[in-house]
């Protein structure tokens, strides 16, 4: 759990302990069971529940977030260019150097891992949700107002509900971006499932087994939560696939 | 609202919208008798919708008074007044994502009524606008042709038992069968629960149709006549009445009567007349003659027994 430093320069990181010299190092083919089965539990297990950890955090700060952006800028016009901007903004900064800006600020931990995470997630979430709720045919809110709903009562149980599955398919492609955007992230820190990829790729000769292994969890990752979140859509607007 | 219907006073309403020249609604000044249909009528521009929607707040009067039962919207709380008017429109704007029967039991929702009494509500709409209450509760709108989804419209508007009803362009989106039949169902409706209705229509047949009174507002908002459609018919205000109720208005005219009506010259055996029940329009009748090239027919009641002859001329004077 502890977190090495694998910075591709400086100062010789401790390599990882790779457990008894067998065939799977000397060997290095493209992937060796029993590596996975031996550390399993001392490499990927971790890496892969660090993983998830990242994700959820970034996920749901980063809706949470841009949540209270998009209320803004959906009630007041005039905000909604300038946020939709800066969050255009935050997007197109690579990510490598976005990691390396903040660095100088909040050290490397976890915590700048994350900021990165969720500057990216606004992007998304941002323009989903107020493309959503403008979404709302006019018809509907006229209907609504005119039996007597309020403003909060419309937001709540029109506006919103209608915006669900545009809302629910940002969602979905933030955390499967979010996934994958993690991984880069051990660049810096030995944290999640690209600490072992990058760890791999530091050997001399890239431990392949070991690449293969985190990159296919990653993958994995992606698609059950992929699925997990079409569930979701399926379960909250079932009015949605009609027609 | 106090009573089962409300009367409803325009008077002397005016709107006026910002930034643009003249009134939408013209001190408007008419009254709609508890239990009546009235419909609003005029070309584009006339301000009808404006009117419409004075009557629910969702436009604010620039002047003038609208009272309900003598008081007035401005003394409601306008969402409690909202609330206690069905509201119907053409695009009919029910919530995708509610179910037909969520959809109709939206404003006793609002109004705070425990479910039992909302589910019994919903089966009794259902039945009432001629929908399968099993069957169709649970569908959405989406699953529901445009006829359907007007019926729900209408069920939605009379969920909380309004005193007044608004009606903008209600039928105006559905093909014309459609449409014909669910004009009669409303009126059948009517019959049974005599709401006082403010409906809005740009289509003079269906005012006639539909109308215990007609209002003809012309261009710039001003009322032009408020009368029954036998008389505006008969005896137009001036030429754009005329003009906009059309040259066939003795045709029309003709609709509002029924054979039932006329004095009828007693029958004398079956004379091989073609036969029509009583509640025929005088129209209807006219046209069968002339198709068949008969001079007269035979008026017969709901059993088919005949209860007089009707010459051309008697449907004519």
Same mark, same amino acid.
């Given at each position: 759990?502890?977190?090495?430093?694998v910075? @591709?320069?400086?100062?010789?990181?401790?390599?990882?302990?790779?457990g008894?010299?067998? @065939?799977? &190092?000397?060997?290095?083919?493209?992937?060796?069971?029993?590596?996975?089965?031996?550390?399993?539990?001392?490499?990927?297990?971790?890496?892969?529940?660090?993983?998830?950890?990242?994700? &959820?955090i970034?996920?749901?700060?980063?809706?949470?977030?841009s949540?209270?952006?998009?209320?803004?800028?959906?009630?007041?016009?005039?905000?909604?260019?300038?946020?939709?901007?800066?969050t255009?903004?935050?997007?197109?900064?690579?990510?490598?150097a976005f990691?390396?800006?903040?660095v100088p600020?909040?050290?490397?931990?976890? $915590?700048?891992?994350?900021?990165?995470?969720?500057?990216?997630?606004?992007?998304?979430?941002y #323009?989903?949700?107020?493309?959503?709720?403008?979404?709302?045919?006019?018809?509907?809110?006229?209907?609504? #107002? @005119?039996? @007597?709903?309020? #403003?909060?009562?419309?937001?709540?149980?029109v506006?919103?509900?209608?915006?669900?599955?545009?809302?629910?398919?940002?969602?979905?492609?933030?955390?499967?971006? $979010?996934?994958?955007?993690?991984?880069?992230?051990?660049?810096?820190?030995?944290?999640?499932?690209?600490g072992?990829?990058?760890?791999a790729?530091?050997?001399?000769?890239?431990? #392949?087994t070991?690449?293969?292994?985190?990159?296919?969890?990653?993958?994995?990752?992606?698609?059950?939560?992929?699925? &997990?979140?079409?569930?979701?859509?399926?379960?909250?607007?079932?009015?949605?696939?009609?027609? | 609202?106090?009573?089962?219907?409300?009367?409803?006073?325009f008077?002397?309403?005016?709107?006026?919208?910002?930034g643009?020249?003249?009134?939408? /609604?013209?001190?408007?000044?008419l009254?709609?008798?508890?239990?009546?249909?009235? /419909?609003? /009528?005029?070309p584009?521009?006339?301000?009808?919708?404006?009117?419409?929607k004075?009557?629910?707040?969702?436009?604010?009067?620039?002047?003038?008074?609208?009272? %309900? *039962?003598?008081?007035? %919207?401005?003394?409601?709380?306008?969402?409690?007044?909202?609330?206690?008017?069905?509201?119907?429109?053409q695009?009919?704007?029910?919530?995708?994502?509610?179910?037909?029967?969520?959809?109709?039991?939206?404003?006793?929702?609002?109004?705070?009524?425990?479910?039992?009494?909302?589910?019994?509500?919903?089966?009794?709409l259902?039945?009432? /606008?001629?929908? *399968?209450?099993?069957?169709?509760?649970?569908?959405?709108?989406?699953?529901?042709s445009?006829?359907q989804?007007?019926?729900?419209?209408?069920?939605?508007?009379?969920?909380?038992n309004?005193?007044?009803?608004?009606?903008?362009?209600?039928?105006?989106? %559905? *093909?014309?069968?459609?449409?014909?039949?669910?004009?009669?169902?409303?009126?059948r409706?009517?019959?049974?629960?005599r709401?006082?209705?403010?409906?809005?229509?740009?289509?003079v047949?269906e005012?006639?149709?539909?109308?215990?009174? %007609?209002?003809?507002?012309r261009?710039?908002?001003?009322?032009?006549?408020?009368?029954?459609?036998?008389?505006?018919?008969?005896?137009?205000? *001036?030429?754009?009445v005329?003009?906009?109720?059309?040259?066939?208005?003795?045709?029309?005219?003709?609709a509002?009567?029924?054979?039932?009506?006329?004095e009828?010259?007693?029958?004398?055996?079956?004379?091989?007349?073609p036969?029509?029940?009583?509640?025929?329009?005088?129209?209807?009748?006219?046209?069968?003659?002339?198709?068949?090239?008969?001079?007269?027919?035979?008026?017969?009641?709901?059993?088919?027994?005949?209860?007089?002859i009707?010459?051309?001329?008697?449907?004519?004077?």
């Open positions: 759990m502890s977190g090495w430093l910075a @591709g320069g400086g100062g010789g990181p401790v390599i990882p302990n790779f008894k010299p067998n @065939g799977c &190092l000397k060997n290095n083919g493209w992937f060796c069971a029993d590596w996975v089965r031996e550390h399993w539990g001392d490499i990927l297990q971790p890496a892969l529940v660090q993983h998830i950890e990242l994700t &959820l970034a996920v749901g700060i980063g809706f949470g977030a949540f209270l952006l998009a209320l803004v800028g959906f009630r007041f016009r005039v905000f909604d260019l300038p946020l939709g901007a800066a255009d903004f935050l997007y197109t900064i690579p990510s490598i990691f390396q800006l903040l600020l909040t050290g490397l931990t976890v $915590t700048t891992i994350e900021i990165a995470l969720i500057s990216y997630t606004l992007f998304v979430f #323009r989903n949700i107020v493309t959503g709720l403008r979404g709302v045919p006019a018809e509907v809110l006229e209907s609504a #107002r @005119g039996m @007597g709903f309020t #403003r909060r009562q419309t937001f709540w149980r506006e919103l509900p209608l915006a669900m599955p545009v809302i629910l398919a940002g969602v979905r492609v933030a955390t499967v971006s $979010t996934i994958a955007i993690a991984t880069v992230g051990a660049y810096f820190l030995y944290y999640g499932l690209g072992p990829i990058f760890d790729l530091g050997q001399p000769d890239i431990f #392949r070991e690449l293969v292994a985190a990159g296919a969890l990653a993958i994995l990752l992606a698609l059950a939560a992929d699925a &997990l979140i079409a569930l979701l859509q399926r379960v909250l607007t079932p009015w949605s696939r009609i027609r | 609202m106090p009573t089962q219907a409300a009367e409803l006073v008077d002397e309403a005016t709107k006026v919208y910002p643009r020249e003249g009134a939408a /609604v013209d001190h408007l000044s009254t709609v008798p508890a239990g009546e249909i009235c /419909v609003l /009528v005029g584009s521009g006339g301000g009808k919708t404006t009117a419409l004075l009557v629910n707040r969702l436009i604010p009067l620039t002047s003038g008074y609208i009272r %309900i *039962d003598g008081r007035q %919207i401005g003394d409601y709380d306008v969402t409690e007044l909202r609330r206690s008017i069905g509201y119907v429109i695009q009919v704007g029910l919530f995708p994502h509610m179910t037909i029967e969520g959809n109709i039991g939206t404003v006793p929702r609002l109004l705070g009524w425990d479910r039992k009494r909302i589910r019994e509500r919903t089966g009794e259902l039945e009432l /606008v001629g929908l *399968d209450p099993d069957k169709d509760r649970r569908r959405f709108p989406a699953e529901l445009g006829g989804r007007q019926r729900v419209g209408l069920a939605r508007a009379l969920a909380a309004p005193a007044l009803m608004l009606m903008d362009e209600p039928f105006g989106a %559905i *093909d014309p069968i459609v449409r014909a039949r669910l004009q009669d169902e409303f009126l409706l009517q019959q049974e629960l709401k006082t209705v403010v409906f809005v229509t740009h289509d047949d005012a006639i149709k539909v109308g215990d009174r %007609i209002a003809i507002l261009e710039g908002g001003t009322l032009a006549q408020y009368d029954t459609p036998q008389r505006i018919l008969e005896q137009p205000a *001036d030429d754009f005329a003009d906009f109720v059309g040259r066939d208005r003795a045709l029309k005219g003709l509002l009567r029924t054979l039932g009506e006329l009828l010259s007693p029958a004398g055996g079956d004379d091989g007349l036969r029509l029940p009583a509640d025929t329009s005088l129209r209807d009748a006219l046209a069968l003659l002339i198709a068949e090239r008969r001079a007269a027919l035979l008026v017969v009641g709901a059993d088919g027994s005949p209860l007089g009707a010459t051309r001329e008697d449907l004519l004077t």
